[in-house]
């Protein structure tokens, strides 16, 4: 008898009352052995009990990125200067409205002319016509501003006096294929550069600075 209870149920389920009358089930569930059973052998009912601990979580391993440190000293701008064309087409001289800007310029033309004429700023700031003029510009030493040939502070002597810079980048620097060429005037000065209301003057090369460091 108890082998034939035991194939035909694989659920026993108990209730039995609590304290308040509520009635709880329990479940358990029967494992059997049919050839046991059906020989009378039929074991004890064994229960299968609910694990006691939550199944271990996976530990997350962090992953640690390399961290770029910062330098100190500032990379130099990688800006690419305009080319003859730019120049040629926003470049403008317009009296004392542009003096400033053209205070910092420095060149080498044809003939005798230009913003202030012959060779501006050349020596001064380029190491002669066939100079290299710097990316940046400091004073000379002994001096706490930086200056221009006598040219411009003739031409333009009160806003000469108001500029004090400590220091100037350049913001063009422009040889013509009339420099290019030969490395001197080739004396073919449809390749030069002309600027609109510079005076009617050709340019073998020109270079523009702008003031970042004013007093």
Known sequence: MVALLALLLPVFVAAQEDGDGTKMLQITKVERHNQDC????????????????????????????????????????TTEEPTQDDVEDNYVCDGQNTAERELFSAYW????????????????????IKGTCPEVLLPKPGQEFITFDKAGADKYPAITQSIKCKKAKRVHYIKSPSYLNTGSADGNMANAIKLTGCGECYYLWHAQYECVDPA
């Open 38 to 77: 059906l020989n009378g052998k039929c074991g004890p009912v064994a229960t299968t009990e609910a694990p006691t601990e939550a199944p271990t979580k996976a530990t997350t391993v962090a992953t640690t990125v390399a961290t770029t440190v910062a330098t100190t000293e500032a990379l130099p701008e």
């Open 109 to 128: 033309e044809y003939g005798s002319c230009g913003h202030f004429g012959n060779d501006y700023n050349a020596n001064n700031l380029c190491g002669g």
